[in-house]
């Protein structure tokens, strides 16, 4: 059944995560915002996206940019089990001379789109690149995923409002919110309110979801429509999701996981 | 299309309208081209080109870290792409953008940075820019050229468009520039160009001041003084040879800019002649790293020792 | 007007107008070549044609065929 096949996919991706987060060991990783990000991109490499290992690059695949790129280790794991990167390459993790650092470098050739990392700029990308399908009459979809914490950037709301403007239906932003952002909770670092609601003033087409439910992640991926505005799915996550030790507890936004907990989170899996 | 026609119909129209011009002539060779501003169709001369190509048009409304983000985007899908928009607000608005995009991830752009230097001085210091080639220069990747005239921009376009890296295209001056080439010939970025022949004296210029610079010459030949006029529009890559042979021929240099004395043509110079031992006094006018009051750009040239008569006294009194 | 023949063939070559619908009437911005950077063409095709240098003031002036007319005879061209 497609559902237990993506379910599988993400609880593949959290053995990845954990274990190259290990491996990385005192260079430390951002495990809490990957983690809360994972079941999104689960189903979006498992399920939705037209993506997969070629030679060549392919022009018509959709696009995939992590915006708040230091969700990194998810994405690198999405790849592997795609296929498209290799196991043991994760061991090359934050690596003097790496291709896989603590933030995306661009390989489109191994599925990085772009080297995101300094946050509000993916999406901005992004919209160039929706626009450029527009403009050669392409069907690739642009899907980009953006932190809460990220959306205190100007740079955001200029890109949201350009991409309203210019009508750009083929662009799907994700909205992983997981109400933390570096030093804290958004509430008290940098209030977003009700951000379904700003995302809907600025011509976009809304929904509010459960980010973890990989089966409403999946519907609500799958029945997009194509009506002149772009979709923005604010997905309600928590911070760490997936291992008790971590969840919704913000010292794991940058942190080094130890021989100990590792193998105490591994009885998770 | 006739160069030498041109020369004088793009000098009365100056460096934003013929940009225009220009973009229509790319617009018929290059079908994967698209232009980019944050509203300023009107003031980059591309009325006419918004007109007739809409579809080679992006306009992202004022703001300019979307109008790189967006750019590059374009670039990353095979579009040949130029920006535009005022230099302050093309180069230190969204100077982020710009390391990341095209420093970093090498997304090709040509950036085009209008009324530069000081030509906008009666609208204040935040519509002119003095700190664009210094802030540009510290980012790998990016090369900078600062076109003298519009016959220098049309050449600094065809060239920069095909060229490998982006290019930020710095344009000064307004309607009726001086014209420093009055004919046509070869241009290749990266490669200063000796415009008048000299001996002991050389002055090294970048942009539309090179006409204030032949001027003062003019000038300083009638006090018997034959200074070498050097047009170095390609700040970086800085052409190191040229500086290296004009330092070992020459007793005296002046750097003339509409920039900062700090990271612009002169301090680039000043690299390059410091890795030598040589006998050449090195002089560098421009901004002296203060905002002045208002003014029209005649009357801010005047303050910054930019005016014909104070390159004239500069060269006198360091002889 | 002496020169007129040799006027409108100015008027008609710098803004791409078809001769045979040359209208005296015309002014800035009636035609979509007679914008901004038209009128600079024009007046540059005026300068070289007539051996006159406008100054900037007659320039803004310049706004018909008709008030061209009159700002001609100030640099003696009839």
Same mark, same amino acid.
């Given at each position: 059944?497609?559902?237990?096949?993506?379910?599988?996919?993400?609880?593949?991706? +959290? &053995?990845?995560?954990?274990?190259?987060?290990?491996?990385?060991?005192?260079?430390?990783?951002?495990?809490?915002?990957?983690?809360?990000?994972?079941?999104?991109?689960?189903?979006?490499?498992?399920?939705?996206?037209?993506?997969?290992?070629?030679?060549?690059?392919?022009?018509?695949?959709? +696009?995939?940019?992590?915006?708040?790129?230091?969700?990194?280790?998810?994405?690198?794991?999405?790849?592997?089990?795609?296929?498209?990167?290799?196991?043991?390459?994760?061991?090359?993790?934050?690596?003097?001379?790496?291709?896989?650092?603590?933030?995306?470098?661009?390989?489109?050739?191994?599925?990085?789109?772009? $080297?995101?990392?300094?946050?509000?700029?993916?999406?901005?990308?992004?919209?160039?690149?929706?626009?450029?399908?527009?403009?050669?009459?392409?069907?690739?979809?642009?899907?980009?995923?953006?932190? #809460?914490?990220?959306?205190?950037?100007?740079?955001?709301?200029?890109?949201?409002?350009?991409?309203?403007?210019?009508?750009?239906?083929?662009?799907?932003?994700?909205?992983? +919110?997981?109400?933390?952002?570096?030093?804290? !909770?958004?509430? $008290?670092?940098?209030?977003?309110?009700?951000?379904?609601?700003?995302?809907? $003033?600025?011509?976009?087409?809304?929904?509010?979801? #459960?980010?973890?439910?990989?089966? !409403?992640?999946?519907?609500?991926?799958? #029945?997009?429509?194509?009506?002149?505005?772009?979709?923005?799915?604010?997905?309600?996550?928590?911070?760490?999701?997936?291992? &008790?030790?971590?969840?919704?507890?913000?010292?794991?936004?940058?942190?080094?996981? $130890?021989?100990?907990?590792? +193998?105490?989170?591994?009885?998770?899996? | 299309?006739?160069?030498?026609?041109?020369?004088?119909?793009?000098?009365?129209?100056?460096?934003?309208?013929?940009?225009?011009?220009?973009?229509?002539?790319?617009?018929?060779?290059?079908?994967?081209?698209?232009?980019?501003?944050?509203?300023?169709?009107?003031?980059?001369?591309?009325?006419?080109?918004?007109?007739?190509?809409?579809?080679?048009?992006?306009?992202?409304?004022?703001?300019?870290?979307?109008?790189?983000?967006?750019?590059?985007?374009?670039?990353?899908?095979?579009?040949?792409?130029?920006?535009?928009?005022?230099?302050?607000?093309?180069?230190?608005?969204?100077?982020?953008?710009?390391?990341?995009?095209?420093?970093?991830?090498?997304?090709?752009?040509?950036?085009?940075?209008?009324?530069?230097?000081?030509?906008?001085?009666?609208?204040?210091?935040?519509?002119?820019?003095?700190?664009?080639?210094?802030?540009?220069?510290?980012?790998?990747?990016?090369?900078?050229?600062?076109?003298?005239?519009?016959?220098?921009?049309?050449?600094?376009?065809?060239?920069?468009?095909?060229?490998?890296?982006?290019?930020?295209?710095?344009?000064?001056?307004?309607?009726?520039?001086?014209?420093?080439?009055?004919?046509?010939?070869?241009?290749?970025?990266?490669?200063?160009?000796?415009?008048?022949?000299?001996?002991?004296?050389?002055?090294?210029?970048?942009?539309?001041?090179?006409?204030?610079?032949?001027?003062?010459?003019?000038?300083?030949?009638?006090?018997?003084?034959?200074?070498?006029?050097?047009?170095?529009?390609?700040?970086?890559?800085?052409?190191?040879?040229?500086?290296?042979?004009?330092?070992?021929?020459?007793?005296?240099?002046?750097?003339?800019?509409?920039?900062?004395?700090?990271?612009?043509?002169?301090?680039?110079?000043?690299?390059?002649?410091?890795?030598?031992?040589?006998?050449?006094?090195?002089?560098?006018?421009?901004?002296?790293?203060?905002?002045?009051?208002?003014?029209?750009?005649?009357?801010?040239?005047?303050?910054?020792?930019?005016?014909?008569?104070?390159?004239?006294?500069?060269?006198?009194?360091?002889? | 007007?002496?020169?007129?023949?040799?006027?409108?063939?100015?008027?008609?070559?710098?803004?791409?107008? *078809?001769?045979?619908?040359?209208?005296?009437?015309?002014? =800035?911005?009636?035609?979509?070549?007679? *914008?901004?950077?038209?009128?600079?063409?024009?007046?540059?095709?005026?300068?070289?044609?007539?051996?006159?240098?406008?100054?900037?003031?007659?320039?803004?002036?310049?706004?018909?065929?008709?008030?061209?007319?009159?700002?001609?005879?100030? =640099?003696?061209? *009839?």
């Amino acid at each position: 059944m497609k559902i237990n096949s993506l379910k599988n996919f993400a609880k593949n991706m +959290r &053995k990845n995560i954990i274990f190259t987060a290990f491996k990385a060991g005192s260079k430390s990783a951002h495990i809490g915002g990957a983690l809360s990000a994972t079941d999104i991109i689960a189903v979006l490499y498992s399920g939705i996206m037209k993506i997969k290992k070629s030679k060549t690059i392919d022009n018509d695949r959709d +696009r995939f940019i992590l915006s708040k790129g230091h969700a990194c280790l998810a994405l690198y794991s999405a790849l592997v089990e795609k296929k498209i990167l290799k196991k043991k390459e994760l061991e090359t993790f934050e690596m003097d001379g790496s291709a896989l650092l603590g933030h995306p470098i661009m390989n489109k050739l191994s599925g990085i789109e772009f $080297s995101t990392g300094s946050l509000g700029m993916g999406l901005s990308l992004g919209v160039g690149v929706a626009l450029a399908a527009k403009k050669k009459k392409k069907s690739y979809k642009t899907y980009v995923v953006l932190g #809460d914490g990220e959306c205190n950037e100007g740079s955001i709301w200029e890109s949201i409002l350009s991409a309203s403007h210019f009508k750009l239906d083929n662009i799907v932003i994700i909205v992983d +919110r997981n109400k933390f952002q570096q030093t804290g !909770q958004n509430s $008290s670092i940098m209030d977003l309110k009700n951000l379904k609601n700003k995302f809907k $003033s600025f011509g976009c087409e809304t929904t509010e979801i #459960d980010g973890h439910n990989i089966e !409403q992640i999946y519907k609500t991926l799958i #029945d997009i429509k194509q009506n002149n505005k772009p979709k923005v799915i604010v997905a309600n996550t928590i911070k760490g999701k997936g291992f &008790k030790l971590f969840e919704n507890n913000n010292n794991w936004h940058h942190s080094v996981i $130890s021989k100990s907990i590792y +193998r105490e989170i591994l009885k998770e899996l | 299309m006739n160069i030498e026609k041109n020369i004088k119909l793009w000098s009365s129209l100056g460096m934003r309208a013929t940009f225009g011009l220009i973009a229509m002539e790319l617009s018929k060779k290059y079908p994967d081209l698209m232009i980019t501003t944050s509203d300023v169709s009107t003031s980059a001369g591309l009325d006419r080109y918004k007109n007739k190509y809409p579809e080679k048009f992006v306009d992202v409304g004022i703001a300019e870290q979307n109008l790189i983000g967006i750019s590059a985007g374009l670039s990353s899908e095979g579009f040949k792409v130029i920006s535009t928009t005022f230099a302050p607000f093309q180069t230190l608005r969204c100077c982020e953008q710009i390391k990341v995009n095209l420093g970093y991830m090498k997304n090709k752009i040509c950036m085009v940075g209008l009324a530069s230097g000081l030509v906008l001085g009666n609208l204040g210091f935040t519509h002119c820019c003095i700190e664009d080639i210094g802030v540009l220069r510290s980012i790998p990747n990016i090369s900078i050229v600062v076109p003298s005239d519009p016959l220098e921009l049309f050449k600094v376009l065809s060239g920069a468009i095909n060229y490998k890296d982006s290019v930020y295209i710095r344009l000064t001056a307004g309607s009726n520039t001086r014209i420093v080439n009055s004919k046509d010939y070869k241009f290749e970025i990266g490669k200063a160009i000796e415009i008048l022949p000299g001996k002991d004296v050389a002055i090294i210029g970048c942009g539309n001041i090179l006409g204030e610079c032949l001027e003062a010459a003019s000038i300083l030949k009638e006090k018997k003084i034959q200074c070498s006029i050097v047009n170095m529009h390609t700040i970086k890559p800085i052409d190191k040879e040229k500086i290296k042979n004009i330092a070992k021929n020459n007793k005296l240099i002046v750097t003339v800019e509409e920039h900062n004395v700090i990271g612009g043509l002169g301090t680039s110079v000043a690299e390059v002649m410091s890795s030598d031992r040589n006998n050449c006094k090195l002089v560098r006018l421009g901004i002296n790293d203060f905002y002045s009051s208002g003014g029209s750009y005649e009357y801010l040239k005047n303050i910054y020792g930019l005016s014909v008569e104070k390159i004239i006294q500069t060269v006198l009194s360091n002889l | 007007m002496k020169n007129k023949k040799k006027y409108i063939e100015i008027f008609t070559k710098s803004l791409s107008i *078809d001769t045979k619908k040359f209208n005296e009437k015309i002014k =800035y911005n009636d035609v979509p070549e007679w *914008d901004s950077i038209g009128h600079m063409t024009l007046m540059s095709e005026l300068e070289d044609g007539f051996d006159i240098s406008i100054d900037t003031d007659d320039i803004i002036e310049f706004s018909s065929f008709k008030k061209g007319i009159q700002i001609l005879k100030k =640099y003696k061209v *009839d």
